[in-house]
């Protein structure tokens, strides 16, 4: 009887475990197997092609005295921070505006989440048409007569980075506006009631009863915006293309010209792996303690 | 506590309510005095927690007035209305503790800090929470959650207190515990208090007065013993009582005589609010403990038993006269096997007639 049960159970699961072969062995081949060979050739003299000249961390010192590297690592962060920022605020904002039982909701809801279904290159084109000074908005301000109106950000240095966090977060602010909406959903109809009654100012609801019951919603929110600014590329490249100069420069964009355009692998992939190393020390902290709190939410 | 009780009376003048073209409540009046503990009981979609929402100021009338302590609030925000409410779902602020919860309020309106620190404390002694105090509310169970609503409204030292349906998310135990209670809450702080429930065991051992409400409407408004033994209509009869009245239909003949195909019954000990005319057609309500077994007596009719359904304290026997279904409450010892015979008699003064539109007779 325990024989015939437990050849059955293996028999039951067989089925499941050849179906998901394929997909294990992808994530060995693809994920773990490039990641290493990306590290091995961050450590040799690799130029145009791989070769398997170990010359240590080489390439990691060339990479910090990189200005354009530098460059490319200020920029993100600058733009990291102000773009989550931004994202996360208009974004709340606009959801806790639909939810006050607006008429027109799903027109809005599609409104502003339409950006999130384009393209980074179109996104970029569409705003580096818009933000240059001899088509777009400054030029439009000059037509209807405010000719001292100055709007040039995209060609100068100093602040074409946050011409780059205008596009993106116009492409994103839909998709926070999404799961914020989702999260105020959540939030039980009698807590308002309840903070009404006690004479609470709406901000004050939002600030200490609705946002910190909307953690959830933010960690999501917050996952999916790291992403894409650690992915940052085609919007760079499509806009302005790293320039005025380098000013507009990003690590992804880095990577993918000393991989192609100018032939140095090992460089490429010392920036890669940085990138990499980085992700890695923000993230494992934060899982580690996610995993912490699932473990004491099951013994309580 | 320990200022002077604050207590207000609470009046509604023509109350009207539509959501669009849905309407919830059709005009109504209703008069709660000083202290009273009234519970608007109902099923589910009848109005009363629309009503409730009406008294707190969170849903906003169409027409009529609304009056609390004397003082016309028709148009005020809750917090200025003089009330304070305990919700079904406990409505806790989830990332506070529990002494956060009860002076959040009170903080934020202005009050100084030595002065909220007492209301909780005195608030947390009566609730037996005091240990509680800096717990937060994912850490208590239902029966600790809603504890702590109520010292959340009972901080606020309101002259009116609003309960929705507070005791529905309980089990069954901790339900009867927290009814008591709040009785003795009530007792102690002599407030007013608005109660919105669909169970008649918690109206009938709650309130000072019942207010029956169905379809938009106040069906009866009387005491727990009124609502019970008088039960203005049909609807009201049925509701309110477990199990439910039984009903046998028949006919008024010459000489105030209720007569079925199976049974003739004599109602001249029946107090009619109007006299009934001869022929009509009428429901005569019985409840199960209204019925006495009369061995020997040559007038008993005589019922079937089909079930047999102990009680602990006392048994239920569902039975039958001819068609008609009567349950019959009766005392545990009684040896009753279903396909019995019984002999029974109806104690006239305590029968309920209806017309056929439902309304007592």
């Given at each position: 009887m325990v024989a015939a049960a437990k050849r059955l159970r293996i028999g039951s699961r067989l089925p499941a475990q050849i179906a998901l072969a394929p997909a294990l062995l992808i994530a060995l081949v693809l994920y773990c197997g490039t990641t290493s060979w990306t590290v091995w050739i961050s450590l040799t003299s690799s130029r145009m092609l791989p070769n398997s000249v170990f010359v240590g961390l080489r390439q990691y010192d060339v990479l910090a005295n990189n200005d354009r590297w530098l460059a490319s690592i200020a920029n993100i962060a600058t733009f990291g921070a102000l773009f989550m920022t931004a994202a996360l605020t208009i974004g709340f904002l606009l959801a806790a505006m639909i939810d006050q039982k607006v008429r027109a909701e799903s027109l809005l809801r599609s409104v502003f989440l339409y950006p999130f279904s384009m393209s980074f290159?179109?996104?970029?084109?569409?705003?580096?048409?818009?933000?240059?000074?001899?088509?777009?908005?400054?030029?439009?301000?000059?037509?209807?007569?405010?000719?001292?109106?100055?709007?040039?950000?995209?060609?100068?240095?100093?602040?074409?980075?946050?011409?780059?966090?205008?596009?993106?977060?116009?492409?994103?602010?839909?998709?926070v506006m999404a799961i914020?909406?989702?999260?105020?959903?959540?939030?039980?109809?009698?807590i308002w009631n309840a903070a009404r009654v006690d004479g609470l100012p709406t901000w004050r609801i939002f600030v200490f009863i609705i946002i910190p019951m909307m953690r959830g919603s933010f960690a999501t929110a917050c996952v999916l915006l790291a992403t894409?600014?650690?992915?940052?590329?085609?919007?760079?490249?499509?806009?302005?293309?790293?320039?005025?100069?380098?000013?507009?420069?990003?690590p992804a964009k880095f990577v993918m010209d000393y991989l192609f355009e100018r032939g140095n692998l090992a460089l490429a992939t010392a920036a890669a792996t940085t990138m990499l190393i980085t992700v890695v020390v923000v993230v494992a902290p934060w899982y580690h303690w996610q995993g912490r709190k699932a473990r004491m939410a099951g013994i309580a | 506590m320990n200022q002077a009780p604050n207590r207000s009376s609470v009046s509604l003048r023509g109350v009207e309510i539509a959501y669009g073209p849905v309407r919830v409540l059709d005009r109504l009046d209703l008069e709660v005095a000083q202290s009273e503990f009234l519970v608007l009981l109902g099923p589910s979609g009848c109005g009363k927690s629309t009503l409730l929402n009406a008294i707190a100021g969170l849903t906003e009338v169409d027409s009529g007035e609304i009056w609390i302590g004397g003082r016309n609030v028709t148009w005020e925000e809750p917090k200025d209305r003089g009330i304070a409410m305990v919700f079904q779902s406990y409505a806790l602020y989830p990332r506070m503790s529990v002494r956060k919860n009860m002076s959040f309020g009170l903080e934020v309106s202005g009050m100084k800090r030595p002065d909220v620190q007492r209301r909780?404390?005195?608030?947390?002694?009566?609730?037996q929470i005091t240990e509680l105090l800096d717990r937060k509310p994912s850490e208590l169970s239902g029966g600790q959650r809603q504890r702590v609503a109520i010292g959340r409204a009972l901080v606020r030292d309101a002259g009116v207190f609003l309960f929705d349906e507070p005791l529905s998310n309980l089990d069954a135990q901790l339900r009867a515990e927290l009814r008591t209670e709040i009785k003795r809450?009530?007792?102690?702080?002599?407030?007013?208090?608005?109660?919105?429930?669909?169970d008649q065991i918690e109206a009938l051992t709650l309130a000072d007065r019942i207010a029956v409400m169905r379809d938009r409407r106040i069906q009866q408004l009387g005491t727990p013993h009124d609502v019970y033994m008088r039960p203005a209509n049909k609807f009201v009869a049925t509701f309110v009582g477990s199990p439910a009245m039984s009903f046998l239909s028949g006919h008024i003949t010459e000489g105030r005589v209720f007569e079925t195909s199976t049974l003739r019954l004599d109602l001249s000990g029946y107090a009619f609010t109007a006299p009934p005319s001869v022929g009509m057609p009428v429901d005569l309500g019985i409840r199960p403990e209204h019925v006495v077994l009369a061995p020997g007596e040559a007038a008993a009719i005589p019922a079937r038993v089909e079930l047999v359904e102990p009680m602990g304290s006392d048994l239920l026997a569902w039975t039958r006269i001819g068609e008609a279904a009567l349950t019959v409450r009766l005392s545990a010892e009684t040896p009753v096997a279903?396909?019995?015979?019984?002999?029974?008699?109806?104690?006239?003064r305590r029968l309920n007639l209806f017309d056929a539109q439902g309304e007592r007779l």
């Open positions: 290159i179109v996104t970029g084109l569409a705003w580096r048409w818009m933000l240059d000074p001899t088509l777009g908005f400054e030029k439009l301000l000059h037509d209807i007569g405010f000719a001292d109106a100055h709007f040039d950000w995209i060609v100068r240095p100093d602040r074409v980075i946050y011409t780059l966090v205008i596009a993106s977060v116009w492409h994103a602010a839909g998709l914020m909406l989702a999260g105020l959903r959540g939030v039980d109809r009698e894409s600014v650690v992915k940052l590329y085609d919007l760079s490249v499509a806009m302005t293309n790293g320039g005025p100069g380098i000013a507009s420069e990003v | 909780v404390t005195e608030a947390a002694a009566i609730l809450l009530h007792a102690r702080l002599g407030a007013t208090m608005i109660f919105v429930t669909h279903p396909g019995d015979i019984l002999p029974l008699m109806f104690s006239t």
